[in-house]
């Protein structure tokens, strides 16, 4: 009997990438290639080499190409048969909407449905930015991206003195159902799927069940509505600017139990959106983006099985959310790679038996630190071929930054160009009537082969440090944070990276450029509301609802089931944060210097 168990143990140690690699260990046994062609194609390579081209060409056959938040990974001067000769067909490509699926999760992709075509939207009070919604929308946009102001995100009400002179900068300004109401005034949410970017697991914990009471006040049933929540710990402990932060083992806590919640009382609702935006934006490559957000899927999952649920129950909603960068092919390439891997965990590690659990669904937005400030129309540029990027590698949601976002909330003007960007990829390029068209691409084959390899070996490492949940408690994906947004600022301001217009061939002339101006009343409307709120509201009521929520947090109950109640009853974002932290306490991690 102990020998069985310590066969048990073994197999529970093995890392995402033993499992992988045993499960995958006859790729290469059946080639796209046969041996006889790839030795013609070599002796031709050869001779072409030895008098073709320049000797220093040769000696530079390796270039790396240094870009924004790149990964730095080598590029051959050219790719042939011979840099993909161990590919197996069935078992890398595939057929689209077919396993693995790198080729995309829909047999037909964008000839079935495009993209959704989501602008980022939010600044002042609700009723300024309910008007800009309307404004996409009657321009075309399909969905809803809704961003908070500053105190929202850190869940101040706008009354905290935390607060003062921030209220609807960066966002719209949210504190109760109220606000949700005049946010979504004349919008119709069952027909309109939000993504709603509530950021935290904390702030999702008391966002989201307003938007939920919202929808029983119109009498419409949570079974219709259609979006996604960001939820996210790696924003909340890892990413996140602000001066109060809970445990990390806390926060993952109300992360699944919002999963939980969501999951069975809102089930066409996607109950988080893995950030790996907002991490790399912060200061990581590519590749560390996509190995930290897999492993916190991978943690989602391990938590949910503990609970009691199937994996396919939790994973067929399980969706991500990514940064697009500048190295065109790079970004291409790693949404390719990651659709195959995330098949590949989930299916192997975990044993998924539906398809769809398996899928790698992502929306991305375009990279805002990317954007600069001097000639700030160059940006469209920037963000188109970030956008066309995202497309050809198959996502399902896109989001494209505005041109002056590197100096304000974006105006009206510049919010149209980004959406009609996303219009012209999907009309005028034909880009969408293929399904994956740079498949079976020499260069494309072997960079998506590379990044998959480099993404699950970052996976190792964070398995090596404790997991997902314990390497942002110890420490370890802060010093990666550090050491690589170091390293590439370092390469900026010599000139190694190269930003037109920033610092490669900088204009001499300055140019006046007026930028998007924030309604000035926004702050005074919003203090007035909110006092008027809790002058009118049954504070008996909300008391009750706080106390039972501070009950729910101590002894271990689904946290959501509470904040749903405390919206009922009026309670503010800023009331239940302070239950949060006088229960859970406040955390600092540790060192890195």
């Known amino acids: 009997m102990s020998n069985s168990n310590d066969k048990e143990k073994k197999k529970e140690k093995k890392t995402t990438e033993e499992l992988i690699k045993e499960n995958t260990k006859n790729l290469g046994k059946s080639q796209v290639y046969d041996p006889a062609y790839l030795k013609r194609v070599k002796g031709g390579q050869d001779r072409w080499k030895e008098h073709g081209v320049k000797p220093d060409n040769l000696k530079h056959w390796e270039t790396v190409p240094l870009t924004v938040l790149g990964s730095e990974i080598p590029r051959e001067m ?155 710990m790696t924003l909340e402990e890892l990413v996140r600017n602000a001066s109060e932060y809970i445990p990390p083992k806390d926060c993952f806590r109300i992360e699944c139990d919002n999963i939980e919640f969501i999951r069975k009382n809102v089930p066409k609702w996607n109950f988080i959106t893995i950030n790996g935006y907002n991490f790399r934006e912060f200061g990581t490559s590519s590749v560390t983006e996509m190995a930290v957000a897999a492993a916190h899927g991978m943690a989602i999952l391990d938590e949910m099985i503990r609970r009691g649920y199937e994996v396919d129950w939790v994973a067929e909603r399980l969706a991500f959310f990514w940064s697009g960068g500048m190295d065109f092919f790079e970004e291409i390439c790693r949404l390719r790679a990651m659709r195959r891997l995330w098949y590949r965990i989930v299916k192997f590690k975990y044993k998924a038996k539906s398809d769809r659990s398996t899928w790698m669904r992502c929306h991305l937005q375009t990279s805002g630190i990317s954007l600069v400030r001097e000639e700030p129309y160059n940006n469209i540029v920037r963000s188109a071929y970030e956008a066309l990027a995202a497309v050809l590698g198959g996502v399902q949601s896109l989001h494209v930054d505005s041109y002056d976002e590197a100096i304000s909330v974006p105006s009206e003007e510049a919010s149209l160009i980004s959406l009609r960007t996303q219009q012209i990829i999907e009309h005028e390029t034909g880009i969408t009537s293929v399904v994956d068209p740079l498949g079976g691409a020499y260069y494309v084959e072997a960079l998506t082969n590379e990044m998959e390899e480099r993404i699950l070996a970052e996976i190792t490492e964070i398995e090596k440090h404790g997991g997902y949940v314990e390497a942002i408690a110890n420490g370890y994906l802060s010093q990666k944070i550090f050491n690589y947004m170091y390293k590439e600022q370092m390469r900026i301001e010599k000139g190694e990276i190269n930003i037109v217009g920033h610092n490669y061939q900088k204009s001499a002339e300055g140019k006046d450029f007026e930028s998007f101006r924030y309604p000035e009343e926004c702050e005074e409307v919003q203090l007035k509301r909110l006092h008027e709120q809790k002058q009118n509201r049954n504070n008996a009521k909300v008391e009750t609802a706080l106390n039972e929520l501070r009950t729910a947090c101590k002894d271990g109950g689904n946290i959501m089931e509470y904040t749903v109640n405390c919206a009922r009853s009026g309670c503010t974002v800023g009331e239940q944060w302070k239950v949060f932290k006088e229960v859970f306490g406040l955390w600092k991690g540790p060192s890195i210097f």
């Open 78 to 232: 050219v790719y042939s048969p011979l840099s993909i000769e161990n590919n197996d067909y069935e078992e890398q490509l595939g057929n689209p909407g077919e396993a693995p699926f790198t080729r995309g999760i829909h047999s037909n992709m964008y000839r079935g449905r495009t993209f959704t075509q989501r602008q980022l939207v939010g600044f002042g009070g609700p009723e300024d930015t309910n008007s800009r919604i309307k404004y996409l929308l009657n321009h075309g946009a399909t969905g809803i991206n809704l961003l908070f102001d500053m105190p929202t995100i850190q869940m101040y009400d706008c009354d905290d003195p935390m607060a003062t002179g921030s209220v609807g900068s960066c966002g719209v300004s949210v504190n109760h159902v109220k606000d949700w109401e005049l946010l979504y005034d004349g919008i119709d949410i069952a027909k309109e799927t939000s993504s709603i970017v509530t950021h935290y697991p904390s702030n999702t914990a008391c966002l989201f069940p307003m938007y939920l009471v919202m929808a029983e006040k119109r009498g419409i049933s949570w079974d219709q509505l259609k979006g996604s929540v960001q939820n996210d």
